[in-house]
């Protein structure tokens, strides 16, 4: 993964999910699906194949799970850099929100 | 049974996946089921395995030459069928489910062989094919 390129939509989805706390597979799936309104369609093997990419560019790291929490599960954290790509994705997507509320007055006006 | 097919079906996974996350895949799909239908978790496993799984084994010749001939002989039978039925005079096309159980039987018969002799090539160190 290069640092700055843009997130593709499962990893943006999963460190989004991250960043609301420590969560395991299950759980990231389904915020996941909540933040995107049902609208993207992640399976156990396109987060878990995401899941692999974020870890191996430390993004994401592995941290023991509760107490009591199911010992089958793993739980997943966000990272400084994993933080680090999350704020310049946000910021990348605030810029064209940005940019496509002006395009849209424009066609407004023109039409 | 859908739990047990779905665990079949991480083979066609890469194995350093299947390995490290196999399982906990497998949880993930059990309680999609649960929360989900089963329809839709299905739909979604098969998108995954056409988008996630095969790419994925694009350097694994035992998956990718089975897969290939599997597709290949699905469109070559298709084809035949059409033509047969139009060569024939008249629009005649056989009930669906012969159709459809002609063209799955004869394309896993292929896929079978393809995998068997892939297998095989692999095991042999005194067939060494030249790869250029």
Not at chain 1, 52 to 60: E, M, N, P, S, T
Not at chain 2, 11 to 25: I, N, Q
Not at chain 2, 101 to 113: D, E, K, P, R, T
Request: charged share 20%; hydrophobic share 45%.
């Amino acid at each position: 993964m290069e640092p700055d390129s843009p997130l593709a939509p499962a990893a943006f989805l999963i460190l989004f999910a991250l960043a609301g706390g420590d969560k395991h597979g299950y759980a990231i799936m389904q915020e996941a699906r909540k933040l995107s309104d049902h609208t993207f369609q992640i399976g156990p093997a396109t987060l878990y194949t995401t899941i692999q990419r974020l870890l191996d560019a430390d993004r994401i790291r592995e941290v023991p799970g509760p107490e009591h929490g199911d010992s089958r599960r793993k739980y997943y954290r966000l990272t400084s850099a994993g933080k680090s790509a999350l704020h310049v994705e946000l910021a990348r997507m605030e810029s064209m929100v940005k940019k496509s509320k002006a395009m849209r007055l424009r066609l407004a006006e023109s039409s | 049974m859908n739990a047990w097919f779905y665990r079949k079906l991480l083979m066609l996974y890469p194995e350093d996946l299947r390995t490290e996350f196999g399982a906990e895949m497998a949880l993930a799909f059990a309680e999609d089921l649960d929360n989900m239908g089963h329809l839709r978790v299905w739909w979604c496993a098969a998108g995954e395995v056409l988008t996630v799984a095969l790419p994925g084994q694009r350097s694994n010749p035992s998956v990718l030459v089975p897969a290939i001939s599997f597709a290949l002989t699905a469109l070559i039978e298709s084809a035949e069928i059409w033509l047969g039925s139009h060569q024939a005079g008249h629009v005649a096309y056989p009930p669906i489910f012969d159709w459809a159980g002609l063209v799955i039987f004869a394309s896993l018969l292929n896929a079978s062989v393809a995998l068997v002799v892939t297998r095989f090539y692999a095991r042999c160190s005194f067939i060494r094919l030249p790869r250029n």
